[in-house]
Structures are given as C-alpha cells and as structure tokens.
C-alpha cells in the first residue's frame, strides 16, 4: 500500500512536471510572437509616420485642369524674412513676399516635361506685370525648412514628371505690391512653345 502511494505521487510529480515543461514550452514559444507583435505595430506606426509626412493631395484655394494635369495652390503663404537670414536680396518695404504650395497630378500614363510649363508659367496682378520671383522660395525655405522640400520641388521640376505622379511643393514665389490681393495665375495647357493655348486661374493671397 505504502509502495502503491509512493508511486502514484511519482506518477503525480511526474505528470506536473511534464505539464509545466508543456506550459513553459508554451510560454517559451508564444514568447518571440508577442515581440514579433510588438515590432509589426512599430512598424505599422513607423509606416503611419512616413505617410503622415509623406506628399499628400488637400484643399485647394484654386485649382486648374487640362487634359494632361491638374494643379492646385493649396495656400498662398505671405512671410517675413528673419533678420540677417537671407542677405542677397532687400526687399522693397512696399512690398510683400508670397510663396504658393503647390500640388501637380500627371493625368498621363507617359512623362511629362512640366519644367517646361513651369517655365511659361505667370503670375500677374492688377498691374499685368509677371510676378514670378524664384528666389522668393529660396528665401522661404531658408528661414521656414519644410521636409522633403527639395525631392518634391525637384520632381515638380523634372523634364521627365513621372506617369500617373503627383508632386506638392514650395513651388512659386512673388514678390508683389502689398496692395495687390487678386492674383491671376495663367498656366500652358501643353508643354509646347509654339502652343498659345493657356489657362487661368484667380485666387487671392490674404
């Protein structure tokens, strides 16, 4: 009877210890996948961020449509130069500085050369007079940096804009009268010098 007891608490002993090796096994194994958890939800977050800060389409003050994009101005940014930042240039105390986010979608399942576009394109006021000042983004993105500004404005500027792509950007800057509000923006339909035809648009920057 004494032997009889002493091997079933063997046989106890024995069965607990193979069930706490099982859970152990479990616990061991499941272990890696709740990290595997972990890092797929830093990833997702860390993939969140990127399209958080990544180009994407919004609002827009104005928009223009062809047959081969379309462009929005999302905003018109008025600025101030921060003291001793931009030295090149002085600007006229009548005057005010006004940069334009600008968004571009290629309707085209083939290159597009918008550098060209760009090129032609005007910005005028009540005046007539072209408004378009390039340095006017230089100075903005000197003083106010914006991420990615550089890889975007380069892709709005490529003779090769990519089919199907869509690009935002710092893109144009004016340096305007500061009475001037109404701006026109007067667009190339084609990337083609000897095209006349063009589009415009009004919107204003206060």
Known sequence: MKNQKLRMAAGIATAFFFVSC??????TTQEPAVKD???????TNAENKTTEAGVQDGSAIATLETSDFILK?????????????Y?????DPSTK?????????????TPLNFSR?????ELRGNGGKNLVAPWVVAAYE??????NHQKEYNALWSSSFEPNGFHRSILIGMNPDKEEKKITLIVPEKADFNSPSR???????E
Do not use: C, W
């Open 22 to 27: 099982s859970n152990n096994k479990a616990e």
């Open 37 to 43: 958890v972990h890092v797929a939800a830093r990833q």
């Open 73 to 85: 101005v999302h905003k018109a940014i008025p600025f101030t130069l921060k003291p001793k930042s």
């Open 87 to 91: 030295e090149p240039f002085k600007v």
């Open 97 to 109: 500085l006004v940069v334009l986010d600008i968004s571009v979608r290629n309707k085209l399942s």
């Open 117 to 121: 576009i760009l090129g032609m394109t």
């Open 142 to 147: 000197v003083d106010y940096p914006e991420p």
């Open 199 to 205: 589009k415009s648009v009004q919107f204003t920057t």
